[in-house]
């Protein structure tokens, strides 16, 4: 298995948002292409982000859906902290 991503709050809201540079857009469109991973922390921040609630909701709800989604688990508290 090659190298996996996690994508946390920003890079979420700012890839729907088309904010990052073409080049960027490029490289995470084959991340996204592969494999979606993120956290239950990041679907939480970017779902109650509210700016283009009514255009990019559901967008949002769709991409979280085709995603992997990580729980907290004690273990991973543990190591975060």
């Known amino acids: 298995m090659g190298t996996r991503y996690l994508l946390d709050s920003n890079t979420v809201i700012d890839y729907i948002g088309r904010l990052h540079p073409d080049k960027s857009r490029q490289w995470l469109n084959q991340i996204i292409d592969d494999e979606i ?4 922390i990041t679907k939480i921040e970017v779902l109650s982000f509210d700016p283009d609630k009514d ?3 559901p967008i949002l709800v769709d991409f979280f859906e085709a995603a992997s989604i990580f729980d907290l688990s004690a273990d991973i508290v543990s190591k975060t902290i």
């Open 55 to 57: 255009d990019n909701y």
């Open 37 to 40: 991973n993120t956290s239950v």
